[in-house]
């Protein structure tokens, strides 16, 4: 059965749901982020860390919960806290911590 792989990075933790073609919800999970705050008024996240590693993090456990195979993922859809800045290099590096 195919499914739908369903991302959303938020301010302090990212969430994640496996649903099936039908609708039903084949598996869910979350992980917890920090986010930093290096002078009042600013608010930033470890990119690297928080955003893809969550993504990453997330998306297994969700694999791995239901039994899934990856093939038979048809789409993603991302939801992610905006707006947000992530200055990168040439090669797609983060410079700095996303604001």
């Known amino acids: 059965m195919t499914h739908t792989l369903g991302i959303d990075i938020g301010t302090f933790e990212t969430k994640g749901v496996l649903v099936a073609a039908d609708g039903t919800i084949t598996a869910s999970a979350s992980r917890p982020h920090k986010m930093l705050v290096p002078r009042p008024g600013w ?5 690297e860390e928080d955003w893809w590693g969550d993504f990453v ?7 791995a919960q239901s039994g899934v ?11 992610a806290i905006g707006p ?5 290099d040439s090669a797609g590096t983060p410079l700095m911590n996303g604001v």
Do not use: F, G, Q, W
């Open 57 to 63: 993090h997330v998306t297994r456990a969700l694999l």
């Open 43 to 47: 608010a930033e996240h470890r990119a």
């Open 84 to 88: 947000c800045m992530l200055p990168v």
């Open 69 to 79: 195979d990856p093939k038979n993922i048809r789409a993603v859809a991302a939801s």
